[in-house]
Each structure stands twice: as C-alpha cells, then as structure tokens.
C-alpha cells in the first residue's frame, strides 16, 4: 500500500525499523492503543480546549472527564484506568488554573494541523501543533509541542525527524505570520510544575539535516513498493519495537482496524 502523506512518526519508526513501520503502518491488522497513547490523545485534546477558552474552570474540567473520557479503551485495565484518568484529571485542573502564555503574544493556532508538499518527490508532509504563539513585536513564531512523557535531551546539532518538519511547516505559514525567529518550545504537562524547553533551530543545521528527511522519505516510497517476503531469521531477530506492536496485535479486542502510534 503506497501512501504520500507522511508524520514526523512515521519517519521516526521507519528509521528506527522497517519492520516496525511495516506492521504498525502498512497492515491492517486489528490491535488497541496502548493506554499510554489514549491517555496522551486524551488530554491533548483536554489541553486544546482550555487553549481555545472552551473550559476555563475546575467544574468545567469535571464535566469534560465524565463526558469525554474513553472507558471503553481503558477499562479493560481497571488499576491502570484509574491511575490514568487522576493523572488526567490533575492535569488538566493544574493547566486551567495556569494555562501557558507568553507576555505580548497572541494565541494563532490550537491543535492546528499543517501540510504541505515536499517538491519532486511527490508526497506531502503533516504534523499536529498543539499550540501556536505569535509574537508581533518580536515578529517570533512559537509552537508549543505538549508531552505527558519525560522530554529526552537533545543535541541541537542533530534535531529530530519532528523537530526538522516542524521547521519545514513553519516555512509555509510565513505568509500568514511573517516571523523572523522560530521557536520550538516542548512543554511537560502533568500534576508538577515543569520548566518549558525552548530551541531555535540553526538555518545551516536546519538544511544540513533536510536532506537525510528527504532521502528517508525517498526510501520509505521505495519500500512501500516493494514486495519482501518476511524471512523467519528477520522475524527471529525482531527489535523490541517490532515486539511491542506484535503483542499488541495478539492481545486485540477490536474487531475494527487500527493504526498503532508509536508516541506515547
């Protein structure tokens, strides 16, 4: 199955491992979300909406867990279930309390999906961000990304697959808001406190980088078009990714098909 739009996460798989992509892109074979992934859609969603001023109370947030929150994806793990949904709950009353905000800046975009096209290859790039900041009199762009996880340090001479598109999105927003400065700030959400993680990308580290995407996306079309038979010594010697996907394939209770994320 060809595809032609891609996510930073599906790069970031198919360069961890191609069989990982395979199994949780490609096929269609039925499994559910780990809860780890629900709990995080979840309150992403929760956060979008008190970003977009639509629950600006605690009674408010109250209302939206007891109407919006997946039992059905969660209850089969009831101790799980119930530590997810307190870390729910006491995310989403610490941030209504105290939303994040940057002096003078202005509120753009909230769970704003972007796409656009990657010349010659034929494909299109996309990515969800979560919160853009438009700073007028600093002519600043800032995407907030939020992460219930612990945000892994980075060396800013080697930027992630979601750092480097992010950056080639921002490139097509600028006629909306001509910025002259990026920022990419990561944020941990969760019932502490946790310091906000701003980067500027480097413009000469930023094309030195594009093309290893570009390449691996070039890769990625060849691989979706051809057709390798799994050998039994590669299923021998599957990665702990390729495990992960694998048992959460055999412990499938849907009967629909479902893309595994491989973000929690």
Known sequence: ????????????TYKTCTRAYDLAFLRTM????KLGVVLKHFVLRGLAEI????I?????????????WPLEKVGCNKNGSTKAFLFAYKTLTKYVNRPYAAAQAKVVGVALKVRARVPHLQVYLEDTLDLVLWHPEEKTLEFVDFQIQPVKASDPAWPSASTLVKKYLAEKLQTRWPFEKLILNTQRVGPQDYTPIPVQIDETIYR????????????????ENSEV?????????????????EERYSDATYDSPLIVSMTA
């Open 56 to 68: 600006t109370t605690l009674q408010q947030v109250q209302k939206y867990m007891g109407q919006h």
């Open 1 to 12: 199955m060809h595809k032609t739009l891609y996510t930073p996460t599906m790069i970031e």
């Open 229 to 245: 038979p799994e050998d039994e010594a590669d299923h021998n010697k599957r990665c702990r990714h390729c495990q992960i996907i």
């Open 51 to 54: 970003n977009k001023g639509k």
């Open 208 to 223: 030195l980088h594009w093309f290893d995407i570009v390449n691996t996306l070039a890769q990625i079309k060849a691989f």
């Open 30 to 33: 039925p499994g559910p979300d």
